[in-house]
DNA sequence: GTTAGCACTCAAAGGCGTTGAGTGCTAAAA
DNA sequence: TTTTAGCACTCAACGCCTTTGAGTGCTAAC
């Protein structure tokens, strides 16, 4: 598609451009980047990148930056992958295997580690509870009608919440209903759980069963923001696409609607994903890019995360990053078995 | 202190300041707020309210602005307080009621609230555990050796953590000491729960009651940041005087560093306090004043909770907004019994 | 004690020329 | 045919200057 001199002025323009944050002229790149041939050669090389759609020109007398079509080449077939030491790999797992005994804790701290690692804001979306399985339900009487479901559910999460019920429950009663469902939910998914349980419990179990159900369903439900965890917000207050306070605040804003994050982050393929400014974003965020990965109970994907900055940021080190806390929050949610 | 009209002067700076964020000249006043006097006369009775120190200049041709002493007074003596029409206080009582089942959940939405009402960022400090009272212990089985360690303490704060345990324990086991902790906690605080009740479980249970005693302090113990919420910290944006992204940064830095608020919103005396300016910060949050009011439950104060803005904020509607929320969770929390 | 008048100050805004990084085009060199 | 040196041109950024106007303090008259 372009030829290979073409490709290395790209990737010059793109690489500088990310470090400096201004636009790059053929001076600069004659002279950083030795390419044996004169500015001149480079400004007409500029010149067709930038008729292709791969370069932007602020202004007549300004140097180029890339366009959303040359992150994207870039991204896809120009830039170095980047690479860990078993050291750094080994200082993230031992960072994150602190916390690892509960999910939604550990979740939360490998958002943490990925903001400070990236110095970019980052989100996780934990898994939707249809994920999960049920490993155990605890019912505890808090007040004459009120009633605490405690659901535990693999792997390692803790739902639990205070339920008001039609009548007073004695606490033998709710010992009762607790190992009966038990008994009939251990080892399935919500997603099983469809109405063809949900019967066989009321048929099973009669009246009893119902208020079962009844409990179980009210105690699943929970708000959609509470699936997303976000971390790192500040840190794009050091980029200097947002020293305008308004863009700044524009982003900060969109960043904290956090259902956006949830249809952003779809769970479809495997690996890394790389979103690139307009590419597929509410109309919000401008010029930022979004780089995303799933992550997985034994091959089976449950949720995902990723960071957001502007579009000028240093791909390589982010996708590197994404993946590494992806793959080791995978391995660490697998060995919890 | 100061006379009539040294008070009316300064009153009238302040609340214009407030409005318009420009320093405010003895024109303006004269128009603005009939005082019956003429410019030059309030430009000296500014310059004797300048050397007590109660207004500043920030240049000399240019108007007065209040100091942190002028804002002090103004808080102490000057304001109107205001008040809400039954209406407004329904409003409230009705949204912050929809949560009330669950006291963690009740706090973030009177923190959420706060901030939307003040268009300010808030802070709540959850009731340490200390403050709580045990209702009811349950130990769940996770895994060969770990166990699922629940607490329902009230006002209807469910803790839970999953511990490691020294040897593996059986379901039947766990309903034992479930059953044992019940008896020996329900209805004690943990501040009560010193060295004299673990040793009295140790010699009652034996060897199971050391087991007992050690999952009960492992499934207590929280970090010290997942006691605080805060929220809209975004709409600081909005202020002028955090329209250079520095400043901003700088706040919104020390704003996420939790521990911070928790030595600022003591819980000493009752009522709603006022911290202006310098008079009690930490020195990252430059001209920053906080409005903070404790909440209890039945006479008992647990926790805290605020508002940070900068201190040209509007200190009677902020001190009504901090009141009304922390006494409304105060009755909501109290009526949890 | 109050106020009109006046000289004075100074930040903010606007105008204006300079600078310099960068371009595209042309014509010569390879 | 491709590369490059040379050159005229563009334009944002910067510094400098002037103007403007809001505001003051002082003085003298009311």
Not at 49 to 58: D, F, N
Not at 297 to 322: D, N
């Amino acid at each position: 598609m372009l030829d290979d001199r073409k490709s290395r002025v790209l990737r010059a323009v793109i690489e500088d451009y990310i470090e400096t944050a201004e636009p790059v002229g053929s001076r600069t790149i004659a002279r950083k980047h030795r390419l044996g041939v004169s500015p001149a050669t480079i400004r007409n090389e500029m010149a067709d990148l930038e008729e292709t759609g791969y370069l932007e020109q602020p202004h007549v007398s300004a140097g180029r930056i890339p366009s959303d079509k040359g992150y994207r080449f870039y991204v896809d077939a120009l830039m170095e992958p980047m690479s860990f030491t078993l050291e750094q790999y080994r200082q993230v797992y031992s960072e994150m295997i602190k916390h690892y005994r509960e999910m939604e804790r550990l979740i939360q701290e490998a958002g943490k580690l990925l903001a400070s690692l990236t110095q970019s804001a980052a989100i996780v979306v934990a898994p939707p509870i249809e994920q999960l399985t049920f490993q155990h339900v605890q019912l505890i009487p808090v007040d004459e009608r009120d009633v605490l479901v405690v659901l535990l559910l693999h792997p390692n999460v803790v739902k639990n919440k205070i339920v008001r019920t039609e009548r007073a429950f004695s606490s033998a009663e709710l010992i009762q209903l607790s190992v009966g469902l038990n008994q009939k939910l251990k080892g399935i998914t919500y997603r099983d759980l469809g109405p063809t349980v949900l019967r066989e419990i009321v048929g099973e179990f009669g009246e009893i069963g119902q208020v079962m159900v009844e409990l179980l369903v009210r105690g699943l439900s929970s708000e959609k923001d509470e699936q997303v965890y976000s971390s790192g917000m500040t840190h794009i207050l050091n980029q200097p696409e947002f020293k305008d306070v308004e863009k700044a605040k524009a982003f900060l804003e969109a960043f904290e609607q956090k259902e956006l994050w949830l249809n952003l982050l779809g769970e479809d393929s495997q690996g890394v994903r790389v979103k690139i400014g307009k590419e597929n974003f509410h109309s919000d965020i401008q010029d930022c890019s979004l780089v995303t990965a799933t992550y997985h109970v034994g091959g089976h994907v449950i949720g995902s995360l990723g960071i957001v900055g502007p579009t000028r940021m240093e791909y390589a080190r982010m996708v590197a990053m994404v993946e590494l806390i992806a793959s080791t929050l995978s391995e660490l949610l697998t060995d919890m078995k």
